[in-house]
Each structure stands twice: as structure tokens, then as C-alpha cells.
């Protein structure tokens, strides 16, 4: 674990624009390196625990029996919920 900190820790990302010019270099902060192999690894783990714990919430949209707060494909996620205050009450918990 520390060696992954320790690679992300000093990660530079920079922007290029429309024109081909790349900006300065800054640190990232946040999120995960493009083109970094463990990248979808990282990113699978982090949707997986987040589906497990909205599943483990419960919550969401129901259609007879079925219960669902969620909807994924591929990289996409969307939460399921109705009202609005569902999903204050899920995430304020």
C-alpha cells in the first residue's frame, strides 16, 4: 500500500489544448492517472465497494418486488432514487 501512495503522491498531470500546447505540469490531487496500468484496478475497486454499500443501504427504485439504487454499465453508474430526500437520508447517515 505505501508504495502505491508513495507513486500517486508525486503524480504531475498537465492539460493539452485544442492547439496542441501543453499547459505547466501541476500535482494531482484527485482521481486516477490516464494510461497508468492500475488504473481500471484501482477504479473497479472503488465502484465495486461503492456498489456493495449502496446494496448493503438498500433504498432506491422498486418495480413489484425488485429494489434497485442502482444502474451500471461498462463505466457508467447512475443512482437510483426517489425522493430527493432518499438520497440526502442515504448519504448523511
Not at 31 to 59: E, H, T, Y
Amino acid at each position: 500500500m505505501q508504495a502505491l501512495e508513495s507513486y500517486y503522491e508525486r503524480s504531475q498531470m498537465w492539460v493539452i489544448h485544442a492547439d496542441g500546447e501543453k499547459s505547466a505540469n501541476f500535482p494531482l490531487h484527485r482521481g486516477l492517472r490516464q494510461c497508468c496500468p492500475l488504473s481500471p484496478i484501482l477504479g473497479g475497486d472503488v465502484v465495486n465497494a461503492m456498489l456493495r454499500w449502496l446494496d448493503f443501504k438498500g433504498g432506491g427504485l422498486s418495480q413489484g418486488d425488485d429494489m434497485t439504487n442502482t444502474l451500471c454499465f461498462a463505466d457508467d453508474s447512475t443512482l437510483l432514487f426517489y425522493p430527493i430526500l432518499q438520497v440526502r437520508a442515504h448519504f448523511s447517515a
